[in-house]
């Protein structure tokens, strides 16, 4: 089976341009996930619940489950965005 697509993505933020809400605590909706995609550089992304921190860099994406508190903070000059799903971008079934 064919991995789901998107069904939203936001714009292509850099270090500047990205937006102050992703960068303090916020979260998906229910039944929302997101991947983090970073085009060039690396951002540091927080899960405050259960708490974890990833270096994300154009090979290690971030995967963020529904209503799951987290925040990205740039590490340097980067460039990203997020894609939004609404069933599980990683499970098995998807692959």
Sequence with gaps: MTAPEPYKSTPVFDQDSLPAALRREHRTKAGVWGIIRVLEGRVRYLVL???SETILDPDHPGR???DQPHRVEPLGAMQMRVEFYDQDPA???SQ
């Design 91 to 93: 499970a098995p079934s």
């Design 64 to 66: 963020v489950l529904p």
């Design 49 to 51: 619940d259960p708490e």
